[in-house]
T-cell receptor
């Protein structure tokens, strides 16, 4: 079993739609959680950190469920510019940061 | 600020050749990392450094060596390239380990024939 698992997608959604991604992790001692965004043939960039209480940044909402060991990302009112691959990232301690393989999102007009 | 830069952007090698990838950051970060990214897989850590003069092995270190002679630079060397090392290589840096954002360079696309 992979330490961090994501649905690879692709998710194809129309503009304005709401889309949600889930990510599960296997190490219950994991400490920090993030969502990164990666555009095609570009480097990953931090989208948002995920806090225990959940957090929101504009159209993006991230949630953490420690009991079930998953994190989620909700995108509301999708834009064409949201098309990208979203990477779930889990820090398990020390220098061990695990990157998920990513979920691809295509937003179409 | 340039952030994190990598050279070269693209390279084609023949099996058995050697090369060095250069990473530079201007954010005064202590921590630097080298990852490889392959289709269908997450970024995998090759080596990392917690400060000038220090290096450590990550998840997939075999076939690679690194050096951090200056705080701002982190070099990744391939001693004898193999086709299995065909990948996209990303360098990253961060101010703290694990809990802070990692800033990535634009990547190096390496093909080993």
């Amino acid at each position: 079993r992979k330490e961090v698992e994501q649905d690879p997608g692709p998710f194809n959604v129309p503009e304005g739609a709401t889309v949600a991604f889930n990510c599960t992790y296997s190490n219950s001692a994991s400490q920090s959680f993030f969502w990164y965004r990666q555009d095609c043939r570009k480097e990953p960039k931090l989208l948002m950190s995920v806090y225990s209480s959940g957090n929101e940044d504009g159209r993006f909402t991230a949630q953490l469920n420690r009991a079930s060991q998953y994190i989620s990302l909700l995108i509301r009112d999708s834009k064409l510019s949201d098309s990208a691959t979203y990477l779930c990232v889990v820090h398990t301690g020390g220098f061990k940061t695990i990157f998920g393989a990513g979920t691809r999102l295509f937003v179409k007009a | 600020n340039a952030g994190v830069t990598q050279t070269p952007k693209f390279r084609v090698l023949k099996t058995g050749q050697s090369m060095t990838l250069l990473c530079a950051q201007d954010m005064n970060h202590e921590y630097m990392y080298w990852y490889r990214q392959d289709p269908g897989m997450g970024l995998r850590l090759i080596h990392y450094s917690v400060g000038e003069g220090t290096t450590a092995k990550g998840e997939v270190p075999d076939g690679y060596n690194v050096s951090r002679l200056k705080k701002q630079n982190f070099l990744l060397g391939l001693e004898s390239a193999a086709p299995s090392q065909t990948s996209v290589y990303f360098c990253a840096s961060s101010s703290l380990s694990g809990v802070s954002e990692q800033f990535f360079g634009p990547g190096t696309r390496l093909t080993v024939l």
